[in-house]
């Protein structure tokens, strides 16, 4: 069989290329993928951050490469090896400031990206999958990201490696051990930074093959769109190149100023001097922080100063209760093995009252294990002193942290609404934003001591309020939004909506 | 593949076939070996030989005075000890064990009530607290007090306040004579 038997590609009129297309068609893909690739008409500059990201992968790659070659993974050396390349290596202090100012670029390119996401509602069908990969992507990244903030063995790295790791100790029976694994000894040494070098290196390469996972289920479903409406016909479309190169270049550029500008002019601003001080393991620096892109999620953890007592247990099955109902069409319903009847007003009285009784409990739990100032208790309720299951508020604070970034992979079921886009969903918009800005508030209250007061009220509450915010977006308000709201009238097609908006100018 | 092609063969009435078999068998194989190849590549994350080999260390009493305390190496970790005063002990010992968190009493956290050894990490998310140099903040209870998320421990290291599940560690250890002990072996129970 020749070559040129199975023929279904276009040839090339360069000899070469089409020698090597012939064998193996990677410029038939590419010319497919990102050449006359068909993509909505109707992108906004957010639809700029998934090619910004990969940017930002691929220069994080090569920056840590060339650090690597100076680096060493050592207890004793690691902290001085940084120094050599800040200090003697040629150009090594603007490559080893681009890479820390790269992660804090990659997280801002990735949030974007991530709020594109929910705001445009790219995660409902027919693109749930690409969402869930998105979502393990970003765990690799918050992993990779941790490990590597060790490395440089500062205080604040080294404290932050203890810290991290001492969260799995609040798993019940196995903790310890697992935490003695992580470390390869009995506390965070040595062999620790060892293998927290050999993954750094690796688990970006393992981002790579993710993102390509990720880019192959987009190009099966195509790109949603700012009006979250399908793509009907070519009119609606234009080919990728040169259309979106073009403009992807502009977005990359414009972003890739503000990075230089910060790693050249301002290169520490996301530093803190106990990044300048080599790791001690007898002594904890007064106040460690994670870096600002986690500050969010450090938050949320030590929002748990209570655990789970019967009162918040029950108001977790009352919770699960009403969301469920909020799923039930009205009709017959099996209910605990029994058939019954639901009618809508049931549906209503009971989603109110069970969701109300959960709020109730929930309060009571809360203020039931509410220690004052002087260390008394704000009110006494029987039962209130029991922890069920070993959920102290410690291991609380490690799930609810695990569980804000899990809860993303949930969401094309948490939200069933048929509407994508939040510019036709005037309650969902306002909530998401809200969303946006609870997280900001978050990561506010991350960045200060466990103790801070600000304008007289204790940080701690305001934590609290702004996580259970969060959770309450996600398991609560998304359902029961996909439920009662009425979406704005649609366009017809992306096209008519384009030309409709061309014309009012 | 028609069922006449393949071998008859007497299992294929129940709609099961030699190579059915086969292929369960090999599989469970070749999950097994791949099981037994990953516990020791697991385990060589585990603490290697020469660390597990400085797990213990000796401590010299002599030089702390009454009211003073230190803070020595063990293991990687450090480790608080306190020649505790009097009222240290009296204000550790009349705690009503019921009202604490981690229920334990002070007589079963010592060898001898002036001693208190305690591994020196806080049982939240493993910071050092504060308390063993003069200077530091003791917290309200005049234990120690963790910088980090706000833990308060007492005079016998029990948690008292803040996010902290446990009593700071008892590790173990012995009195090789009356002034020097050993951390990291429970020694020979007779001496």
């Not at chain 1, 820390?100 to 801002?108: D, L, Q, R, S």
Request: glycine residues 8%; charged residues 15%.
């Amino acid at each position: 069989m020749s070559l040129d038997a199975k023929k279904e590609r276009e040839p090339f009129d360069n000899k070469v290329v089409d020698w090597i297309d012939s064998r193996l068609p990677i410029f038939t893909i590419m010319q497919k993928e990102y050449g006359v690739f068909p993509t909505p008409r109707n992108f906004n500059y957010f639809w700029n951050f998934g090619a910004i990201a990969t940017v930002m992968l691929v220069l994080m790659i090569v920056t840590g490469i060339v650090l690597a070659m100076y680096y060493t993974p050592d207890a004793s050396m690691a902290f001085s090896s940084v120094e050599h390349i800040m200090r003697d290596v040629n150009w090594g202090w603007m490559v080893r400031y681009m890479h820390m100012n790269g992660a804090t670029f990659f997280f801002v390119a990735v949030y974007t990206h991530i709020f594109r996401g929910l705001y445009y509602g790219s995660y409902k069908r027919p693109r749930e999958l690409l969402w869930i990969i998105g979502v393990v992507i970003f765990l690799l990244m918050m992993a990779t990201a941790f490990m590597g903030y060790t490395l440089p063995w500062s205080q604040m790295g080294g404290w932050a490696a203890t810290v991290i790791t001492n969260l799995f100790s609040a798993i019940p029976y196995v903790g310890d051990k697992i935490v003695a694994l992580l470390w390869g000894g009995f506390s965070v040494d040595n062999p620790t930074l060892h293998r927290f070098f050999a993954l750094h290196y690796l688990l970006p390469f393992v981002i790579v093959g993710v993102v390509g996972i990720h880019v192959w289920a987009l190009h099966v479903t195509g790109s949603n769109n700012p009006l979250g409406i399908d793509v009907k016909g070519p009119q609606d479309t234009l080919p990728f190149n040169p259309y979106y190169t073009a403009k992807d270049t502009f977005g990359i550029t414009i972003f890739l100023l503000a990075y230089v500008v910060v790693t050249f002019w301002f290169p520490n601003a996301f530093a803190h001097p106990d990044h300048f001080v080599e790791f001690d393991p007898m002594k904890t620096p007064p106040h460690i922080v994670p870096e600002w892109y986690f500050l969010p999620f450090y938050a949320i953890l030590r929002s748990f100063t209570f655990g789970v007592n019967p009162y918040v247990a029950l108001s977790v099955l009352l919770l699960i209760g009403g969301v469920w109902h909020i799923y039930q069409k009205p009709g017959q319903i099996s209910l605990f093995g029994c058939t019954c009847s639901l009618s809508e007003g049931d549906k209503v009285q009971r989603v109110v009252t069970l969701l109300g009784l959960a709020g109730i409990f929930m309060l009571a739990g809360y203020f039931s294990q509410f220690v004052k100032g002087d260390g008394t208790m704000l009110i006494k309720l029987p039962l209130a002193d029991i922890i069920l299951a070993q959920l102290t508020p410690k291991l609380c604070g490690v799930l609810a942290m695990f569980g804000s970034v899990i809860l993303l992979a949930f969401v094309p079921w948490l939200d069933f609404h048929p509407v994508r886009s939040a510019r036709f969903r005037p309650l969902f918009r306002v909530a998401v934003i809200a969303l946006a800005l609870d997280v900001v508030l978050l990561g506010y209250v991350g960045s200060q001591t466990a103790d801070a007061i600000k304008f007289g009220v204790p940080l701690i509450y305001v934590g609290q309020v702004a996580t259970g915010y969060y959770f309450a977006f996600f398991l609560i308000i998304l359902p029961l939004l996909s439920w009662i709201e009425k979406a704005l009238p649609l366009p017809q097609s992306i096209n008519e909506a384009v030309l409709a908006e061309k014309g009012a100018h | 593949m028609t069922a006449a092609s393949t071998p008859v063969n007497e299992n294929e009435k129940d709609g099961t076939t030699r190579r059915d078999f086969l292929s369960l068998t090999v599989g469970a194989m070749g999950g097994l070996g791949a099981i037994t190849f990953a516990v020791p590549l697991i385990d060589t994350m585990n603490p290697a030989a020469d660390t597990l080999a400085m797990s213990t260390t000796e401590v010299d009493l002599k030089p702390v005075a009454v009211g003073q305390s230190i803070q020595v190496k063990w293991q990687g970790k450090p480790v608080f000890i306190r020649h505790r005063t009097p009222e240290e002990i009296k204000a550790a010992e009349d705690v009503d064990v019921s009202t604490l968190r981690d229920k334990q009493d002070d007589k079963d956290r010592v060898k001898k009530p002036e001693w208190l050894v305690l591994v020196g990490i806080c049982t939240h998310l493993g910071c050092i607290p504060g308390g063993t140099k003069p200077t530091d903040n003791r917290g309200p209870y005049g234990g120690w007090f963790c910088p980090c998320h706000g833990s308060m421990y007492d005079t016998s290291g029990r948690i008292r306040q803040g996010p902290a599940p446990k009593n700071l560690a008892v590790p173990d250890y012995y009195f090789t004579s009356d002034t020097s002990i050993l951390i990291g072996s429970k020694g020979k129970e007779k001496a």
